[in-house]
């Protein structure tokens, strides 16, 4: 062999090896980042709980259950935990599966859920996370009847239409590799949860009503407005960015935050209702890392 091949034979090998220590070393890369959906759940058979996951009584005599109602009716199924059958102070628990551990600031639990409160009647539903894969549990969120709401209150035994349905995301702990979501209360009516999801972040569960990559960051003008009890909120973004989107009364207090999440370049919608809100002037406002706009919308009951 020449000394010119050695030389560039020698090259290579080093640059070889450099390249492996940069690719293993980065602290970014995990074998998680493919397939980018780390666990996911439709509900879409009878057979219930689906594989993997766990349905427990802790208090009371109700589980959770099928039912043929899946979100947005998008789907065939979701699982319905009784409250408007279940006894004051039931307590039962839907269990996932173990999952890939999750990485701190990257990845969101995202899930569909439907409510009806019975009037006077509060019920909750708590989500619990595990870093161990269910050896101890941490309570990371409460979410009450006032939380929940997506259909007027009634006493009826709740089935949700195809509209009453939202959507709820949140951020993970480092490391959660396991969740369950706990339903407590009854006597006041029925909770639906569906297509839960956890994955990375920067893909939400917010949905996109355009393909299209915008050229200017823009808040749109919420339709319909005036608005009874529902209205669509439009906004797209340039670039990778975290977003904010918040709900404010005509005194400036907050009153929801309709979106908390890192977004990928696009055309985004989300909504918002006020079925227990009163008539009157409201403004929405979105934060990103390099813009920000306010709008007004009115209610009119």
């Known amino acids: 062999m020449k000394k010119s091949q050695i030389i560039i034979f020698t090259l290579l090998l080093v640059t070889c090896n450099i390249s492996s220590q940069i690719f293993l070393e980065d602290e970014n890369f995990s074998d ?3 397939p980018l959906v780390i666990l996911s759940e439709g509900f879409n058979s009878p057979a219930f709980p689906p594989s993997g996951w766990t349905s427990q009584i802790i208090a009371g005599s109700y589980y959770w259950s099928f039912a043929y109602n899946g979100a947005y009716c998008g789907s065939t199924g979701s699982a319905k935990f009784p409250f408007h059958d279940a006894s004051g102070g039931s307590i039962a628990r839907l269990i996932s599966p ?25 019920d909750a539903l708590e989500i619990y996370v ?8 941490q309570l990371l969120t409460t979410y009450t009847s006032s939380n929940l709401i997506t259909a007027p209150s009634t006493s009826a035994n709740f ?24 339903a407590s209360g009854g006597n006041g009516n029925n909770l639906y949860l569906d297509e839960v999801l956890v994955k990375p972040s920067n893909i939400v569960g917010i949905p996109e009503y355009s393909n299209e990559v915008p ?23 340039t ?41 009157g002037v409201y403004f929405y406002r979105i934060i990103t890392d390099s813009y920000t706009d306010t709008k007004k919308m009115i209610l009119l009951k």
């Open 32 to 34: 998680k980042d493919y």
């Open 98 to 122: 173990s999952f890939v551990p999750t990485s701190e600031g990257r990845d969101s639990l995202l899930f569909s859920q439907a409510y009806c409160q019975r009037p006077g009647i509060t």
């Open 130 to 137: 595990s870093t161990n894969t269910g050896s101890t549990w």
């Open 159 to 182: 089935i949700p239409t195809c509209s009453q349905w939202q959507n709820k995301s949140i951020y993970l702990p480092l490391n959660t590799n396991r969740i369950f979501f706990q």
């Open 215 to 237: 050229v200017d960051f823009k808040l749109h003008n919420n339709f319909p407005n005036p608005f009874n009890p529902s209205t669509k909120i439009r906004f797209d973004i």
């Open 239 to 279: 670039e990778n960015t975290n977003v904010k989107i918040v709900v404010y009364n005509s005194a400036g207090m907050e009153i929801t935050v309709l979106v908390n999440s890192e977004l990928r370049a696009g055309k985004y919608e989300t909504s918002f209702t006020a079925l227990d809100m009163p008539s």
